[in-house]
């Protein structure tokens, strides 16, 4: 899978990607920013290496989910040894305890949206580059900032803006954000069910 950076937030996030390494860096003409390829462990260091709380790895088997519950200090040395599976996912945000509830929410740590745009006839078969450019286009339209984070899933696209950690209390607030984007990108097909504080997101290289 592949991840565009944008360009206020490169910086940032190669400074906490550290010594993890980007393999397969090119150069490509989507608002001449660049696609990067890295892993899971790089793409668990992107989200929650500064955090605190409880990260959330979830495994789809014999359609149950299967949870591990990871201290967000050691999320990368964990998927270092994780035997990458197929249907992998990454909580976006950090959690008091070993459970994936809204209720025990301990750090709001990103926004997020997964694009499901292979739903939509006229973009079944549209590259992922041209419907980011769309919804880049939409986000601009309604003034909001690009993402931190674009991740092209295979047959979706998933947006992710990180942001200053928010407690509990701040958790209506970043609900409002939450689904301010989801309407403004509703038409390239925002997944509803991805939407909550407790949603999880496939993991980069699964």
């Known amino acids: 899978h592949q991840a565009r950076l944008q360009p206020f937030a490169r910086q940032e996030i190669q400074r906490a990607l550290g010594g993890h390494s980007m393999d397969g860096e090119a150069s490509m003409s989507l608002a001449a920013q660049r696609w990067l390829d890295f892993g899971s462990e790089a793409h668990g260091h992107i989200l929650h290496s500064r955090g605190s709380g409880f990260v959330t790895i979830a495994n789809r088997h014999r359609e149950k989910w299967i949870d591990s519950h990871i201290p967000a ?11 990458v599976r197929d249907d992998a996912y990454i909580s ?54 690009e993402p931190s984070l ?54 980069v290289g699964t």
């Open 73 to 83: 200090k050691d999320v990368a040395d964990f998927l270092k040894e994780y035997q």
């Open 92 to 145: 976006q945000n950090r959690f008091s305890a070993k459970r994936r509830l809204v209720s025990l929410l301990h750090e709001a740590n990103a926004l997020f949206v997964d694009l499901d745009f292979y739903q939509e006839p006229e973009l079944r078969d549209a590259a992922p580059e041209y419907v980011a450019e769309l919804a880049l286009e939409l986000l601009v339209r309604a003034r909001i900032p």
């Open 150 to 203: 674009i991740i092209s899933s295979g047959r979706g696209l998933v947006f992710v803006w990180l942001h200053t950690p928010l407690g509990p209390a701040d958790r209506p607030r970043w609900d409002d954000a939450q689904t301010r984007i989801f309407r403004v990108l509703s038409s390239l097909k925002a997944d509803p069910a991805v939407r909550h504080a407790a949603s999880v997101l496939r993991l």
